[in-house]
C-alpha cells in the first residue's frame, strides 16, 4: 500500500470514529497518564479552573446551577481539551457557592451529569458539587489545630508523637455516639454532637466527647465519614441509618451529620471542628476509608466519565466483585492509584486527619499501598494506618500482589487485624455457637498465644494449633492490630451471650471482662469497638449496618449500670499506656522478653514479661489468663509479686502475693515486680 493510500485509510478511519463516537484508545490500558496537581477546581476569587481527566471522551461540557437539587440550571460551557486526556474550562469571576457537573460525550452518547470526583464540597445527596474557598470552611483558631501526641517516650521530645503500638484505638459510629435519648447531647447524630464538652448520662456520668477523653484512649476510629450513598440527606431528621461503606463523593464530609447538608461548607466546618475539638481533649482522629469499591458501578462518577477503567473486570468480562458490593477498583491502575493518594494527602492536609483505616485493604495491590504509606508519612510521621488484610470475594489480580494479611511483611508501616486472636478470643464471627477460649474452648490457647505475641515468631508457640494462620506473618507487632470485635458481626456481648446460652448473666460479664484484658495486655496496636467498656449490645443483631438507632444507638445509661466493667477497662488502658511492657516495638523482644509458663492446667495461659529490658518501671511481669469454668491454683515464679488486678478486678487492698494463688473461672490477674 502506498503512502497517499495510508494517509486516505487513517483520515477515513478517523471519519468514521468521529461519526460513530469510537475512542481513540482500544482499551483503557492504553490511557494517557496526567501527573498534575491540578485536576478538580482551583479556585480564587477572580476565576476558578476545572479540570477533568476523560481521556476516551469526544467531547465535554460543565453546566452550572443555582442549587444542590433541582431544574435550575445557569449556564453549560464547552470545556476544552488539553493533555494527557484532560478536560478544562476557566472561568473569570467569582463562583463561589454556585454548584457545578461534568457532562462527557463517549461513544455517540452523553454520559450521566455527575459531580467532580475530586470535589470537596457538594451538596444535598452527593449529587452536584460546590464551588467553595476552604479558607470559609475553617472554625475559629483552625491555624493553632494540632495532631497530639499519645505516648510517654523518649521521642516525644524529637517532636513525634508516639509509636504505632502506642495507640490505643476506639472505633465509633457518629450517629451512635450521641443519637440515644441517654448521651445528654444536644446536637444527637451530628457531628457537632462529639465536638460537645460536658455532657452527662441521665445518673451523672460523662458521655460522648468527655467520655471518650476519661477512658483514656488514644485515637478515635470515625466510621466512614465521607459523603456516602445510603441517606436521603434532604430528610435530615429522619431516622434513616447507615454505617458509610456504600461510597459517593470521597473527599468532602457526610452531608446527613451536618447541620445543613444543602450547603457544602457546613459539613466540612463542622467536622473540622470535631477534628479540632478531640485534638483539644489529646485524642487523635482515624478515618474509616472505602477506596476498595464505590456504591454504584456503571453510573458510578467515575465510570460515567472514564468508563471501565476505575475497576477492574473479570477475564471473561463483566465487572469483578472482591467486595461484594458489585464492583473493585483498580488500584494498581495509574489514575486510580493518583485519585487514592492524593484524596488521603488532601484528608491529612486540609482536615489534619491523624489515621486511616482501610475497608477490605486486601483488595489494593501492595505496590499502591506502600506508595500511600511513605507518601503520608512524609507528612505525618507518626500517622497510623491500618486496614483489613482481606477480600470479601475472589480478585482477578493474584494474592502475591495484594495488601493481605499473609503478605503484611512486605508492608511498609501499615498493620493488619489479626482475626486469628479475634475468633481465639470469643469463637469464630461466622458460627454464632462456635466458643473462644474466654468461654471455655480450651483447643483455642494457642490462638490467644499468637494474639499476645502480635503474630511475630516466638519459641514457645504451636503454629500448627492456630486457627487461621499456619506461621508467623508479622515482622513488627505494629503490623497488627489486637482486638477481639469491631462494627462487623455480633458485638462481644451477644456473642458471648449467644454462644454460652447456659451461662448466667455474671459468668458472661467475666467472659467479658477476660477478652478485653487479653486484648489490652497483648502486643500489637491495642483496638476496642465502642461500648463494649460497659457491655454494649444490639440485642443479638449480628449485621446492624442499616438497623434502626434503637440497635445500634449507645445507650449511655449502661455505663452507670455496668459502673465496675468500665472503671475495669479504664484501668487496663492506663496501665497501657504507662507501662512500656506492653507496646513492645520490635519482633526480637517479643521473642526474649515474653515467657509463656508451660501450662499447669487446661485452659489457663500464664506468661511473664521482662518489663526492665525496656526500661518499664515494672521489672517483672506475670500475667494469668484463666479461660476455664473451674477455679484454679497457679504457681507464681518465684519471688512475691504486687498485685495490679486480681480476677477481672483492679487490686484496692491485697499487697502482694507470693508462691501461689486463686485463679477464679474466666478472669484474667496482672502481678508486677518493681
Same mark, same amino acid.
Given at each position: 500500500?502506498?503512502?497517499?493510500?495510508?494517509?486516505?485509510?487513517?483520515?477515513?478511519?478517523?471519519?468514521?470514529?468521529?461519526?460513530?463516537?469510537?475512542?481513540?484508545?482500544?482499551?483503557?490500558?492504553?490511557?494517557?497518564?496526567?501527573?498534575?496537581?491540578?485536576?478538580?477546581?482551583?479556585?480564587?476569587?477572580?476565576?476558578?479552573?476545572?479540570?477533568?481527566?476523560?481521556?476516551?471522551?469526544?467531547?465535554?461540557? @460543565?453546566?452550572?446551577?443555582?442549587?444542590? %437539587? !433541582?431544574?435550575? *440550571?445557569?449556564? &453549560?460551557?464547552?470545556?476544552?481539551?488539553? $493533555?494527557? +486526556?484532560?478536560?478544562?474550562?476557566?472561568?473569570?469571576?467569582?463562583?463561589?457557592?454556585?454548584?457545578?457537573?461534568?457532562?462527557?460525550?463517549?461513544?455517540?452518547?452523553?454520559?450521566?451529569?455527575?459531580?467532580?470526583?475530586?470535589?470537596?464540597?457538594?451538596?444535598?445527596?452527593?449529587?452536584?458539587?460546590?464551588?467553595?474557598?476552604?479558607?470559609?470552611?475553617?472554625?475559629?483558631?483552625?491555624?493553632?489545630?494540632?495532631?497530639?501526641?499519645?505516648?510517654?517516650?523518649?521521642?516525644?521530645?524529637?517532636?513525634?508523637?508516639?509509636?504505632?503500638?502506642?495507640?490505643?484505638?476506639?472505633?465509633?459510629?457518629?450517629?451512635?455516639?450521641?443519637?440515644?435519648?441517654?448521651?445528654? @447531647?444536644?446536637?444527637?447524630?451530628?457531628? %457537632? !454532637?462529639?465536638? *460537645?464538652?460536658? &455532657?452527662?448520662?441521665?445518673?451523672?456520668? $460523662?458521655? +460522648?466527647?468527655?467520655?471518650?477523653?476519661?477512658?483514656?484512649?488514644?485515637?478515635?476510629?470515625?466510621?466512614?465519614?465521607?459523603?456516602?450513598?445510603?441517606?436521603?440527606?434532604?430528610?435530615?431528621?429522619?431516622?434513616?441509618?447507615?454505617?458509610?461503606?456504600?461510597?459517593?463523593?470521597?473527599?468532602?464530609?457526610?452531608?446527613?451529620?451536618?447541620?445543613?447538608?444543602?450547603?457544602?461548607?457546613?459539613?466540612?466546618?463542622?467536622?473540622?471542628?470535631?477534628?479540632?475539638?478531640?485534638?483539644?481533649?489529646?485524642?487523635?482522629?482515624?478515618?474509616?476509608?472505602?477506596?476498595?469499591?464505590?456504591?454504584?458501578?456503571?453510573?458510578?462518577?467515575?465510570?460515567?466519565?472514564?468508563?471501565?477503567?476505575?475497576?477492574?473486570?473479570?477475564? !471473561?468480562?463483566?465487572?469483578?466483585?472482591?467486595?461484594?458490593?458489585?464492583?473493585?477498583?483498580?488500584?494498581?491502575?495509574?489514575?486510580?492509584?493518583?485519585?487514592?493518594?492524593?484524596?488521603?494527602?488532601?484528608?491529612?492536609?486540609?482536615?489534619?486527619?491523624?489515621?486511616?483505616?482501610?475497608?477490605?485493604?486486601?483488595?489494593?495491590?501492595?505496590?499502591?499501598?506502600?506508595?500511600?504509606?511513605?507518601?503520608?508519612?512524609?507528612?505525618?510521621?507518626?500517622?497510623?494506618?491500618?486496614?483489613?488484610?482481606?477480600?470479601?470475594?475472589?480478585?482477578?489480580?493474584?494474592?502475591?500482589?495484594?495488601?493481605?494479611?499473609?503478605?503484611?511483611?512486605?508492608?511498609?508501616?501499615?498493620?493488619?487485624?489479626?482475626?486469628?486472636?479475634?475468633?481465639?478470643?470469643?469463637?469464630?464471627?461466622?458460627?454464632?455457637?462456635?466458643?473462644?477460649?474466654?468461654?471455655?474452648?480450651?483447643?483455642?490457647?494457642?490462638?490467644?498465644?499468637?494474639?499476645?505475641?502480635?503474630?511475630?515468631?516466638?519459641?514457645?508457640?504451636?503454629?500448627?494449633?492456630?486457627?487461621?494462620?499456619?506461621?508467623?506473618?508479622?515482622?513488627?507487632?505494629?503490623?497488627?492490630?489486637?482486638?477481639?470485635?469491631?462494627?462487623?458481626?455480633?458485638?462481644?456481648?451477644?456473642?458471648?451471650?449467644?454462644?454460652?446460652?447456659?451461662?448466667?448473666?455474671?459468668?458472661?460479664?467475666?467472659?467479658?471482662?477476660?477478652?478485653?484484658?487479653?486484648?489490652?495486655?497483648?502486643?500489637?496496636?491495642?483496638?476496642?469497638?465502642?461500648?463494649?467498656?460497659?457491655?454494649?449490645?444490639?440485642?443479638?443483631?449480628?449485621?446492624?449496618?442499616?438497623?434502626?438507632?434503637?440497635?445500634?444507638?449507645?445507650?449511655?445509661?449502661?455505663?452507670?449500670?455496668?459502673?465496675?466493667?468500665?472503671?475495669?477497662?479504664?484501668?487496663?488502658?492506663?496501665?497501657?499506656?504507662?507501662?512500656?511492657?506492653?507496646?513492645?516495638?520490635?519482633?526480637?523482644?517479643?521473642?526474649?522478653?515474653?515467657?509463656?509458663?508451660?501450662?499447669?492446667?487446661?485452659?489457663?495461659?500464664?506468661?511473664?514479661?521482662?518489663?526492665?529490658?525496656?526500661?518499664?518501671?515494672?521489672?517483672?511481669?506475670?500475667?494469668?489468663?484463666?479461660?476455664?469454668?473451674?477455679?484454679?491454683?497457679?504457681?507464681?515464679?518465684?519471688?512475691?509479686?504486687?498485685?495490679?488486678?486480681?480476677?477481672?478486678?483492679?487490686?484496692?487492698?491485697?499487697?502482694?502475693?507470693?508462691?501461689?494463688?486463686?485463679?477464679?473461672?474466666?478472669?484474667?490477674?496482672?502481678?508486677?515486680?518493681?
Amino acid at each position: 500500500m502506498n503512502c497517499i493510500s495510508k494517509k486516505v485509510l487513517i483520515i477515513f478511519i478517523i471519519m468514521l470514529s468521529t461519526l460513530f463516537g469510537y475512542s481513540q484508545y482500544s482499551n483503557t490500558q492504553e490511557y494517557p497518564v496526567y501527573t498534575g496537581n491540578d485536576l478538580g477546581l482551583n479556585y480564587s476569587p477572580s476565576s476558578s479552573t476545572f479540570k477533568l481527566w476523560a481521556p476516551s471522551a469526544e467531547k465535554a461540557e @460543565i453546566i452550572f446551577y443555582k442549587s444542590s %437539587l !433541582g431544574d435550575d *440550571e445557569i449556564e &453549560t460551557y464547552e470545556m476544552t481539551r488539553e $493533555s494527557h +486526556g484532560t478536560w478544562v474550562k476557566r472561568m473569570d469571576r467569582d463562583l463561589k457557592g454556585v454548584y457545578y457537573v461534568f457532562h462527557v460525550f463517549i461513544d455517540g452518547k452523553w454520559s450521566n451529569q455527575v459531580p467532580d470526583p475530586y470535589a470537596k464540597a457538594v451538596g444535598t445527596n452527593g449529587k452536584r458539587a460546590m464551588v467553595v474557598d476552604l479558607k470559609d470552611t475553617n472554625p475559629e483558631n483552625w491555624e493553632n489545630d494540632y495532631s497530639p501526641a499519645f505516648a510517654k517516650r523518649a521521642y516525644m521530645m524529637k517532636g513525634i508523637g508516639g509509636l504505632p503500638t502506642d495507640a490505643i484505638v476506639y472505633e465509633l459510629h457518629v450517629r451512635d455516639a450521641s443519637i440515644s435519648a441517654t448521651s445528654g @447531647i444536644k446536637n444527637k447524630g451530628k457531628f %457537632l !454532637g462529639l465536638s *460537645e464538652s460536658g &455532657t452527662k448520662s441521665d445518673e451523672g456520668l $460523662s458521655t +460522648g466527647l468527655d467520655h471518650l477523653k476519661e477512658l483514656g484512649v488514644t485515637h478515635i476510629h470515625l466510621l466512614p465519614s465521607y459523603d456516602f450513598y445510603s441517606i436521603d440527606e434532604s430528610l435530615p431528621d429522619s431516622t434513616q441509618y447507615n454505617w458509610g461503606y456504600d461510597p459517593l463523593n470521597y473527599n468532602t464530609p457526610e452531608g446527613s451529620y451536618s447541620t445543613n447538608p444543602e450547603n457544602g461548607n457546613t459539613r466540612i466546618k463542622e467536622f473540622k471542628t470535631v477534628i479540632a475539638a478531640m485534638h483539644d481533649k489529646g485524642l487523635r482522629v482515624v478515618m474509616d476509608v472505602v477506596y476498595n469499591h464505590t456504591m454504584l458501578t456503571e453510573s458510578s462518577n467515575f465510570n460515567q466519565l472514564v468508563p471501565g477503567y476505575y475497576f477492574r473486570q473479570k477475564e !471473561g468480562g463483566g465487572f469483578s466483585n472482591a467486595s461484594a458490593c458489585g464492583n473493585e477498583t483498580a488500584s494498581e491502575r495509574p489514575m486510580m492509584r493518583k485519585f487514592i493518594i492524593e484524596s488521603l494527602v488532601y484528608w491529612v492536609k486540609e482536615f489534619h486527619i491523624d489515621g486511616f483505616r482501610f475497608d477490605l485493604m486486601g483488595i489494593h495491590d501492595i505496590e499502591t499501598m506502600n506508595e500511600i504509606s511513605a507518601t503520608l508519612h512524609s507528612i505525618k510521621p507518626d500517622i497510623l494506618l491500618y486496614g483489613e488484610g482481606w477480600t470479601a470475594g475472589s480478585s482477578p489480580i493474584p494474592d502475591s500482589l495484594r495488601a493481605i494479611k499473609k503478605n503484611v511483611a512486605q508492608l511498609n508501616d501499615i498493620a493488619v487485624f489479626s482475626d486469628d486472636m479475634r475468633d481465639g478470643i470469643k469463637g469464630s464471627v461466622f458460627e454464632a455457637q462456635d466458643r473462644g477460649f474466654v468461654s471455655g474452648k480450651t483447643t483455642a490457647s494457642e490462638s490467644v498465644k499468637f494474639g499476645i505475641t502480635a503474630a511475630c515468631w516466638h519459641p514457645q508457640i504451636e503454629y500448627s494449633l492456630i486457627n487461621y494462620s499456619k506461621q508467623p506473618y508479622a515482622t513488627s507487632p505494629s503490623q497488627v492490630i489486637s482486638y477481639c470485635e469491631c462494627h462487623d458481626n455480633n458485638v462481644l456481648w451477644d456473642k458471648l451471650s449467644i454462644s454460652n446460652e447456659l451461662a448466667s448473666p455474671e459468668s458472661i460479664i467475666e467472659m467479658h471482662k477476660l477478652a478485653l484484658s487479653i486484648v489490652l495486655t497483648s502486643q500489637g496496636i491495642s483496638f476496642l469497638h465502642a461500648g463494649s467498656e460497659f457491655l454494649r449490645t444490639k440485642k443479638g443483631v449480628e449485621n446492624s449496618f442499616k438497623s434502626a438507632d434503637s440497635i445500634n444507638a449507645i445507650d449511655w445509661a449502661l455505663k452507670s449500670k455496668n459502673r465496675d466493667v468500665y472503671s475495669y477497662v479504664k484501668g487496663l488502658i492506663a496501665m497501657r499506656k504507662d507501662h512500656p511492657a506492653f507496646r513492645l516495638t520490635t519482633k526480637e523482644e517479643i521473642a526474649s522478653l515474653i515467657e509463656f509458663i508451660p501450662q499447669q492446667v487446661d485452659g489457663v495461659i500464664s506468661y511473664s514479661i521482662h518489663g526492665a529490658k525496656v526500661q518499664d518501671d515494672w521489672k517483672h511481669i506475670f500475667i494469668v489468663l484463666n479461660g476455664s469454668s473451674h477455679e484454679q491454683r497457679i504457681q507464681l515464679p518465684e519471688g512475691r509479686w504486687n498485685i495490679y488486678s486480681s480476677n477481672n478486678k483492679l487490686n484496692e487492698s491485697i499487697p502482694s502475693v507470693k508462691e501461689s494463688t486463686l485463679i477464679h473461672p474466666f478472669s484474667a490477674s496482672i502481678f508486677y515486680k518493681e
